[in-house]
């Protein structure tokens, strides 16, 4: 059972005046419930594959499902929603509100669901100790540490159950220790939640822990992957 | 999490610059209030005057507004009395009504034939008492004691005039009228030589005819009413009213003026001379059935008018059918009424929409500010799942609360503004008057000036968001996030 197929997906960037292929005839499967990184140097294309994948950017030719989607035809909105309800992300900075608590920043994709306020508590406190962060729910992103706030992150992609969690680098920005932290959290939601996991990293400790691995190369797929 | 409450957030992030947004916000706010209340004042005042002065509606001859003035005898009030009658017992009229009193306006010529001088006038009879009921009407609550005629407890045959009057005349110094400019060159020299001249001929009998009734008329009145006229006449300087009667003759009265008055108006003061009523009849319509050209009302409330409009109609329809008689409100009687409103209110539209227009940018800077600021935020709140509708939404909340908070300000600077300088005791002097009045900014209980003001800004809070907030939305989610 795949997460997702992206089927003859081509993208190009247009920097002045000149084409910039960033994806070529991306063929791609990602198997359901698995911990699946993509590599490569950087400007291989890694982190535009996965914005193709988390529907924030379109590809310019080729056709991409999502948990059995098409989502080439969505809507603005409807790619919204879709996100919303199927795509959790972790970003490289985190990318927490800063105006929200990390009990809040949990909280905030479960209010564009509208789902009751009890759930909604019981969700965001299980997740809190899931990541380990029950006794910070109150602090502010600011009082918190890197590991901490990636913590708070996943947590957050994790809010509305997604099928497809997609995290680009989420290691960058944190030390070894505790990025190895952070890929041992991110391993154990994976295996606990049953959820796909797709990021991008070059660190080996992280594809030493990788179901499947993709290795990209100038916008193409040299190896991995179901082709 | 709503999107007011992340709004709110949002703006404490960000104090001083949330602050500096509503400085300028209460500021625009206690601009338009305080010159709005200071306008309102203008206008209530305005309306006050001309409400004191002439009544709310004035009951005339059809034609008279049209052609009365060139022939006031021919478009006059038979039977005024029956007329006041009616509308006094009325019973639908009756609890509008304060003041009934009727009027004779004419143009004549007064002279000072003692000094060879002369001049054309426009004179107004009037009920000293009515007319001094009518100077209590205080709807809008202006401080002070309400004015006194200066013919108030004159003798019958007296008259009031303007400076003006009394300069041409050459009776400031008689009167004792301060800065009266004298004439110089030949002016001055014809009015040396003719000093003392006696009256001509026809005019001076025409001034003993009207001294017969006088006396006549004196001898039937109790001295109460009518003071002595022998000891005020010692000092009292005496002008000849010429007017024409109801014939087209000529007649004259000689009449003793009691004051000069500075009505605030050049053209007023050229031409005033006030006098009773009765006198004004008199010299009108000499010993034939007198007439007026005007039965003023004063209402209680000027909001009453309509009401009392609509009843005089159906009366003169009904119980007075067959009266040529047309009723007007004061300010069809006064064009400068409306004209000065309109005025103030182009002036006070004009100085809002600057206001406005400054308050638009300063909010909208704020927003643009913002966004550039938060654009990874915008990007990642894309990104998690809100639509582009959710992210309008969120700045456009930012920016009614902007609007909240600065128009709520505003409103209560604005009134503890315009309470220091109601108390502050500056005063200024308006045109047409001619004593400095209290400076009066009139803010509390314009509830619809508040209301308006406040809605105002609202509205220019959230119009001014619309635009940076719609850029926001529409931002590319990738673009967003990749953003430095």
Same mark, same amino acid.
């Given at each position: 059972?795949?997460?997702?197929?992206?089927?003859?997906?081509?993208?190009?960037?247009?920097?002045?005046?000149?084409?910039?292929?960033?994806?070529?005839?991306?063929?791609?499967?990602?198997?359901?419930?698995?911990?699946?990184?993509?590599?490569?140097?950087?400007?291989?294309?890694?982190?535009?594959?996965?914005?193709?994948?988390?529907?924030?950017?379109?590809?310019?030719?080729?056709?991409?499902?999502?948990?059995?989607?098409?989502?080439?035809?969505?809507?603005?909105?409807?790619?919204?929603?879709?996100?919303?309800?199927?795509?959790?992300?972790?970003?490289?900075?985190?990318?927490?509100?800063?105006?929200?608590?990390?009990?809040?920043?949990?909280?905030?994709?479960?209010?564009?669901?509208?789902?009751?306020?009890?759930?909604?508590?019981?969700?965001?406190?299980?997740?809190?100790?899931?990541?380990?962060?029950?006794?910070?729910?109150?602090?502010?992103?600011?009082?918190?540490?890197?590991?901490?706030?990636?913590?708070?992150?996943?947590?957050?992609?994790?809010?509305?159950?997604?099928?497809?969690?997609?995290?680009?680098?989420?290691?960058?920005?944190?030390?070894?220790?505790?990025?190895?932290?952070?890929?041992?959290?991110?391993?154990?939601?994976?295996?606990?939640?049953?959820?796909?996991?797709?990021?991008?990293?070059?660190?080996?400790?992280?594809?030493?822990?990788?179901?499947?691995?993709?290795?990209?190369?100038?916008?193409?797929?040299?190896?991995?992957?179901?082709? | 999490?709503?999107?007011?409450?992340?709004?709110?957030?949002?703006?404490?992030?960000?104090?001083?610059?949330?602050?500096?947004?509503?400085?300028?916000?209460?500021?625009?706010?206690?601009?338009?209030?305080?010159?709005?209340?200071?306008?309102?004042?203008?206008?209530?005042?305005?309306?006050?005057?001309?409400?004191?002065?002439?009544?709310? &509606?004035?009951?005339?001859?059809?034609?008279?507004?049209?052609?009365?003035?060139?022939?006031?005898?021919?478009?006059?009030?038979?039977?005024?009395?029956?007329?006041?009658?009616?509308?006094?017992?009325?019973?639908?009229?009756?609890?509008?009504?304060?003041?009934?009193?009727?009027?004779?306006?004419? #143009?004549?010529?007064?002279?000072?034939?003692?000094?060879?001088?002369?001049?054309?006038?426009?004179?107004? #009879?009037?009920?000293?008492?009515?007319?001094?009921?009518?100077?209590?009407?205080?709807?809008?609550?202006?401080?002070?004691?309400?004015?006194?005629?200066?013919?108030?407890?004159?003798?019958?045959?007296?008259?009031?005039? #303007?400076?003006?009057?009394?300069?041409?005349?050459?009776?400031?110094?008689?009167?004792?009228?301060?800065?009266?400019?004298?004439?110089?060159?030949?002016?001055?020299?014809?009015?040396?030589?003719?000093?003392?001249?006696?009256?001509?001929?026809?005019?001076?009998?025409?001034?003993?005819?009207?001294?017969?009734?006088?006396?006549?008329?004196?001898?039937?009145?109790?001295?109460?009413?009518?003071?002595?006229?022998?000891?005020?006449?010692?000092?009292?300087?005496?002008?000849?009213?010429?007017?024409?009667?109801?014939?087209?003759?000529?007649?004259?009265?000689?009449?003793?003026?009691?004051?000069?008055?500075?009505?605030?108006?050049?053209?007023?003061?050229?031409?005033?001379?006030?006098?009773?009523?009765?006198?004004?009849?008199?010299?009108?319509?000499?010993?034939?059935?007198?007439?007026?050209?005007?039965?003023?009302?004063?209402?209680?409330?000027?909001?009453?008018?309509?009401?009392?409009?609509?009843?005089?109609?159906?009366?003169?329809?009904?119980?007075?059918?067959?009266?040529?008689?047309?009723?007007?409100?004061?300010?069809?009687?006064?064009?400068?009424?409306?004209?000065?409103?309109?005025?103030?209110?182009?002036?006070?539209?004009?100085?809002?929409?600057?206001?406005?227009?400054?308050?638009?940018?300063?909010?909208?800077?704020?927003?643009?500010?913002?966004?550039? %600021?938060?654009?990874? %935020?915008?990007?990642?709140?894309?990104?998690?799942?809100?639509?582009?509708?959710?992210?309008?939404?969120?700045?456009?909340?930012?920016?009614?609360?902007?609007?909240?908070?600065?128009?709520?300000?505003?409103?209560?600077?604005?009134?503890?503004?315009?309470?220091?300088?109601?108390?502050?005791?500056?005063?200024?002097?308006?045109?047409?008057?001619?004593?400095?009045?209290?400076?009066?900014?009139?803010?509390?209980?314009?509830?619809?000036?508040?209301?308006?003001?406040?809605?105002?800004?609202?509205?220019?809070?959230?119009?001014?968001?619309?635009?940076?907030?719609?850029?926001?939305?529409? &931002? %590319?989610?990738? %673009?967003? &996030?990749?953003?430095?």
């Amino acid at each position: 059972m795949e997460a997702m197929t992206l089927r003859r997906v081509h993208k190009t960037y247009r920097l002045g005046n000149v084409d910039v292929p960033a994806l070529i005839d991306i063929d791609l499967k990602v198997r359901s419930d698995c911990f699946t990184v993509l590599s490569g140097a950087s400007g291989s294309g890694k982190t535009t594959l996965l914005n193709l994948i988390g529907c924030i950017d379109k590809p310019d030719a080729g056709e991409i499902d999502i948990a059995g989607q098409p989502v080439a035809a969505l809507s603005d909105d409807a790619l919204s929603d879709f996100r919303l309800r199927h795509i959790g992300f972790v970003f490289q900075n985190f990318n927490l509100l800063p105006v929200l608590t990390a009990y809040e920043n949990i909280e905030y994709p479960l209010l564009l669901t509208h789902m009751p306020s009890a759930a909604r508590k019981r969700r965001v406190l299980e997740l809190l100790d899931a990541v380990g962060l029950s006794e910070h729910a109150r602090h502010w992103p600011g009082q918190l540490s890197g590991g901490q706030r990636q913590r708070v992150a996943v947590a957050r992609a994790l809010a509305t159950a997604p099928e497809l969690v997609l995290a680009d680098e989420p290691t960058a920005n944190l030390d070894s220790t505790t990025g190895a932290a952070i890929i041992a959290l991110m391993r154990r939601m994976q295996r606990d939640y049953h959820v796909t996991f797709v990021f991008s990293s070059h660190d080996p400790k992280v594809l030493a822990e990788a179901d499947d691995a993709v290795q990209l190369q100038d916008g193409r797929i040299l190896a991995g992957g179901a082709r | 999490m709503n999107s007011l409450r992340l709004a709110l957030r949002n703006l404490k992030r960000n104090r001083r610059r949330s602050l500096a947004t509503v400085l300028a916000m209460v500021v625009g706010g206690v601009s338009i209030l305080l010159f709005g209340g200071y306008v309102q004042n203008i206008v209530c005042g305005l309306q006050t005057d001309f409400v004191r002065a002439g009544g709310h &509606l004035q009951l005339e001859h059809k034609d008279y507004y049209l052609y009365g003035s060139g022939d006031p005898t021919a478009y006059g009030i038979a039977d005024e009395a029956h007329v006041i009658a009616v509308l006094e017992h009325d019973p639908v009229l009756a609890p509008m009504l304060l003041v009934v009193t009727p009027t004779l306006e004419f #143009g004549g010529i007064a002279g000072n034939f003692a000094a060879g001088v002369s001049r054309t006038v426009y004179a107004s #009879g009037v009920i000293v008492a009515d007319q001094n009921a009518m100077q209590r009407w205080n709807d809008y609550g202006f401080p002070g004691e309400p004015d006194v005629l200066a013919l108030t407890g004159t003798r019958p045959d007296a008259a009031v005039i #303007g400076l003006g009057v009394a300069r041409v005349l050459h009776l400031c110094t008689a009167l004792k009228v301060q800065d009266c400019p004298q004439p110089s060159g030949p002016a001055a020299t014809l009015a040396r030589e003719s000093t003392n001249a006696p009256l001509p001929s026809d005019v001076a009998q025409l001034v003993d005819r009207e001294d017969a009734v006088d006396r006549q008329d004196a001898s039937t009145t109790t001295s109460k009413i009518r003071p002595s006229r022998d000891a005020a006449a010692v000092a009292a300087p005496e002008i000849e009213l010429l007017a024409a009667t109801t014939g087209g003759a000529p007649n004259v009265a000689r009449l003793h003026v009691a004051k000069a008055i500075d009505l605030g108006v050049k053209e007023a003061n050229d031409n005033y001379v006030g006098m009773h009523l009765p006198a004004a009849q008199r010299l009108l319509y000499g010993s034939a059935p007198s007439e007026v050209t005007a039965i003023v009302l004063q209402l209680r409330h000027t909001s009453d008018i309509a009401r009392a409009k609509q009843r005089i109609e159906t009366l003169l329809a009904t119980t007075l059918e067959g009266a040529p008689l047309a009723v007007y409100d004061f300010r069809d009687l006064n064009p400068y009424y409306g004209q000065t409103v309109a005025l103030f209110a182009a002036i006070f539209s004009f100085i809002s929409v600057l206001i406005g227009a400054i308050v638009l940018f300063t909010v909208g800077n704020t927003m643009n500010a913002a966004i550039v %600021e938060r654009t990874v %935020e915008i990007g990642t709140l894309r990104a998690i799942g809100l639509r582009r509708g959710g992210v309008r939404r969120l700045f456009v909340s930012e920016s009614l609360l902007l609007g909240v908070v600065g128009a709520g300000f505003g409103v209560l600077t604005a009134l503890l503004v315009a309470l220091l300088v109601n108390h502050s005791g500056l005063t200024w002097t308006p045109p047409g008057r001619v004593n400095p009045i209290h400076l009066h900014v009139r803010v509390w209980g314009e509830w619809t000036l508040i209301a308006s003001t406040g809605a105002g800004l609202l509205i220019v809070a959230v119009l001014s968001a619309w635009w940076p907030a719609r850029r926001a939305a529409r &931002l %590319e989610v990738v %673009e967003a &996030l990749r953003h430095v």
